[in-house]
C-alpha cells in the first residue's frame, strides 16, 4: 500500500482480555517501530524491529506485551490479560533502513480502550 | 536520558498571525531534531528535521524552525498562520550516536487552534 496501514482502527475489549493489534509497513521499509499514546502525551517508544528480529525492546512495560514481525513486513503487537491501564492509541511506524536520520512514516493508529 | 519539554501545551493565534511552538531538549549531545504534525485521524507526518548545518532549516507547508544549541532549543516557525494547520505538534529527538536507530523521544505536544 502506499502508507503504513493500521487495524482495526478501534478494539473495545474487557479487562483480562488477550488482543492482537496488527501493522502492515511500507513495503521496503526494513524498520519498524511501536509506539503508545496515552492522552494527552506524545508517543512513547515501545519497541524496535529492523527486519524480523526486535533490535531494541526496552520500552515494553511488561511481559504482557510482546510482538512479533516473522516475515520481516507485517507485524503484530499482542497484549495479554490487558488492563485499563493499557488504554492508548498504538501507533505503528516504519523506515527504509533504520537510520536515526530518517524519516518515519506512521499509520493512524489503533485505539484501544480497555473496559 | 534524553527529554523534550514543550512549554505550552495550547496555543490560538488568529488566521493570517506569526507562530512560534517552543521546544527544548535535554541531550549529552547534538542530537537528531524533528518536528511531527498531528491532525485528528490522521499518522503523525513529519514537518522538518535537523541533523548537522545551517541552523535554520525548511519544511512543508511553510514551517521552519531554528536550533539553537546555547539555549537547547528548537522552536518551530510560521510566519503565517492557515486555519488549515490547526493541528496538534509534537518535537522529537533522535540519538545521533553511532549504533543509532530512529528511536524518537517525543515531547507532550502541543495542540495549536487557529481563529478566523
Known amino acids: 500500500g502506499a502508507g503504513v496501514s493500521q487495524t482495526p482502527s478501534n478494539k473495545v475489549t474487557e479487562k483480562g482480555k488477550y488482543v492482537e493489534l496488527r501493522c502492515d509497513p511500507i513495503?521496503?521499509?526494513?524498520?519498524l517501530y511501536w509506539y503508545r499514546q496515552s492522552l494527552g502525551q506524545g508517543p512513547e517508544f515501545l519497541i524496535y524491529f529492523q527486519g524480523t528480529g526486535a533490535a531494541d525492546d526496552s520500552g515494553l512495560p511488561n511481559d504482557r506485551f510482546f510482538a512479533v514481525r516473522p516475515e520481516g513486513s507485517v507485524s503484530t503487537l499482542k497484549i495479554q490479560r490487558t488492563e485499563r491501564g493499557d488504554s492508548a492509541v498504538y501507533l505503528c511506524?516504519?523506515?527504509?533502513?533504520?537510520?536515526?536520520?530518517?524519516?518515519?512514516?506512521f499509520g493512524s493508529g489503533t485505539q484501544l480502550s480497555v473496559l | 536520558a534524553q527529554s523534550v519539554t514543550q512549554p505550552d501545551i495550547h496555543i490560538t493565534v488568529s488566521e493570517g498571525a506569526s507562530l512560534e511552538l517552543r521546544c527544548n531538549y535535554s541531550?549529552?549531545?547534538?542530537?537528531?531534531l524533528f518536528w511531527y504534525v498531528q491532525s485528528p485521524g490522521q499518522g503523525l507526518q513529519l514537518l522538518l528535521k535537523?541533523?548537522?548545518?545551517?541552523?535554520l532549516v525548511q519544511g512543508i507547508k511553510g514551517f521552519e524552525a531554528e536550533f539553537k544549541r546555547s539555549q537547547s532549543s528548537f522552536n518551530l516557525r510560521k510566519p503565517s498562520v492557515h486555519w488549515s494547520d490547526a493541528a496538534e505538534y509534537f518535537c522529537a529527538v533522535a540519538d545521533a550516536g553511532g549504533t543509532s536507530y530512529g528511536k524518537l523521544t517525543f515531547g507532550q505536544g502541543t495542540i495549536l487552534t487557529v481563529h478566523p
Open positions: 511506524a516504519s523506515s527504509l533502513t533504520g537510520a536515526a536520520n530518517e524519516k518515519l512514516f
Open positions: 541531550y549529552g549531545a547534538t542530537p537528531y
Open positions: 535537523y541533523f548537522s548545518g545551517d541552523t
Open positions: 513495503s521496503g521499509h526494513t524498520a
